[in-house]
T-cell receptor
């Protein structure tokens, strides 16, 4: 059974039209991540949560926001998507990354901005 | 700052050949963790193995084996008798057991696209 579920799998949005991607987990992990992966590139961390504590990467554009209303759910909001935001967005969870526990990834949302 | 380098962008082999994927890392921490993930065309990153910096013992799991050498800061991955189903992008990743937010971060290499031809 899938443990990290992302919806939708595919999303097409218009330039400048806000879009929200969702992620849910059944693992009860404290840490949740959002990664952006552009074509043929490595996943790039946008931000992560430890419980409700939000940690933004220094180079994450302000256009990207996130919400975590409870342990199970996390959302990625792109306020005004640009063409350069076309990418795969990966959600992941980890139980205790400071102890080196592995991250569990969802299947990703492929976002296309047109 | 942590960094992971996978120098091989693409590798193509014929089925049943052995193939080694290279990974070199940089970190200032004495305690850190190394990972390999597989990303098939479907997109999901699948965890393969984790090693901590104090455990240099090599590991074998079926056709997969990993060689961790701190002296050369390398964590290489070998697939023996490759199969078409092994075709995927393979990522090496590093996390540090530092303080604050840094110990939550998983830094990936750029990945190696492995194509196994029948």
């Amino acid at each position: 059974d899938a443990m990290v579920i992302q919806n939708p799998r595919y999303q097409v949005t218009q330039f400048g039209k806000p879009v929200t991607l969702s992620c849910s987990q059944t693992l009860n992990h404290n840490v949740m991540y959002w990664y952006q992966q552009k074509s043929s590139q490595a996943p790039k961390l946008l931000f992560h949560y430890y419980d409700k504590d939000f940690n933004n990467e220094a180079d994450t554009p302000d256009n990207f926001q996130s919400r975590r209303p409870n342990t199970s759910f996390c959302f990625l909001d792109i306020r005004s998507p640009g063409l350069g935001d076309t990418a795969m967005y990966l959600c992941a969870t980890s139980r205790a990354p400071w102890l080196g526990t592995e991250a569990f990834f969802g299947q990703g949302t492929r976002l296309t901005v047109v | 700052a942590q960094k992971v380098t996978q120098a091989q962008t693409e590798i193509s082999v014929v089925e049943k050949e052995d193939v080694t994927l290279d990974c070199v890392y940089e970190t200032r921490d004495t305690t850190y963790y190394l990972f390999w993930y597989k990303q098939p065309p479907s997109g999901e990153l699948v965890f393969l193995i984790r090693r901590n910096s104090f455990d240099e013992q090599n590991e074998i799991s079926g056709r997969y084996s990993w060689n961790f050498q701190k002296s050369t800061s390398s964590f290489n991955f070998t697939i023996t008798a490759s199969q078409v189903v092994d075709s995927a992008v393979y990522f090496c990743a590093l996390s540090e057991a530092g303080s604050g937010g840094s110990n939550y971060k998983l830094t990936f290499g750029k990945g190696t696209l492995l194509t196994v031809n029948p």
